[in-house]
């Protein structure tokens, strides 16, 4: 069966501090990855989709970036921290052609 | 281009009582509609799905919603709502195959069910 991994589950930065959030799958080759942010507990904001390694469409211009070194890891970065990207990040994936998304368990990240 | 609505920010219901989320959509084609259930600090979880056929969908947890082509609708019901119930629901319709088939998200629905 597949699973999806985040972590870490809650993280701490001060402004300005660089950012790294990691999201694995296992049980699945080849999935669609998605990165999602959602403030104060209400609606998703799609970040990045990868539908491959090295292809990554950003949909929000933002300090943000991601990366896919291998086929089923998904990386959220940041250089500088600002306090508007505090929030709880949400990874997930899906198989090409099908709509359906399955999350992982997320990210609260608050920056002070 | 695609989009879906929840008219309601937040539903109170009493334990014991029906509940019904509201969820409209615009898609061009046939949609997919899915609902997903958030509670606190929690990751989304999958409830329920309608790609074609019967108009009723029945997922987990008892939840059921009707696929209503006229009213571009699929409200989220359950006959008799429990206080494990409450959390945070989340409509959404598929993108076409142009949009990678990503899915489009309502703004989220709060469900309180009081006891």
């Known amino acids: 069966s597949q699973t999806i991994h985040q972590w870490p589950a809650t993280l701490v930065q001060p402004v300005g501090s660089p950012l790294s959030l990691e999201c694995t799958v296992e049980?699945?080759?080849?999935?669609?990855l998605y990165w999602y942010r959602q403030a104060a507990g209400r609606g998703l904001q799609l970040l990045f989709y990868s539908i491959g390694i090295d292809q990554i469409s950003s949909e929000v211009p933002q300090n943000l970036s991601a990366s896919r070194p291998q086929d089923r890891q998904f990386i959220l970065s940041s250089k500088k921290l600002l306090l508007s990207d505090s929030g709880f990040y949400l990874c997930?994936?899906?198989?090409?052609?099908?709509?359906?998304?399955?999350f992982g368990p997320g990210t609260r990240l608050t920056v002070l | 281009a695609q989009s879906v609505a929840q008219p309601e920010d937040q539903v109170n219901v009493a334990e014991g009582n029906p509940l019904t989320v509201k969820c409209t959509y615009s898609v061009s084609g046939n949609p997919y509609l899915f609902w997903y259930v958030q509670y606190p600090n929690r990751g989304l979880q999958f409830l329920l799905k309608?790609?074609?056929?019967d108009n009723l969908v029945k997922g987990s947890y008892g939840f059921e919603a009707e696929f209503n082509k006229s009213q571009t609708s699929f409200h989220l019901k359950k006959p008799s709502a429990l206080v494990s119930d409450s959390a945070l629901y989340f409509c959404?319709?598929?993108?076409?195959?142009?949009?990678?088939?990503?899915?489009?998200w309502g703004a989220g629905t709060k469900l309180i069910i009081k006891p």
């Open positions: 959404a319709v598929s993108g076409d195959r142009d949009s990678n088939y990503q899915l489009i």
């Open positions: 309608y790609i074609t056929g």
């Open positions: 049980g699945t080759s080849n999935p669609n």
């Open positions: 997930a994936w899906s198989v090409w052609g099908k709509n359906e998304q399955f």
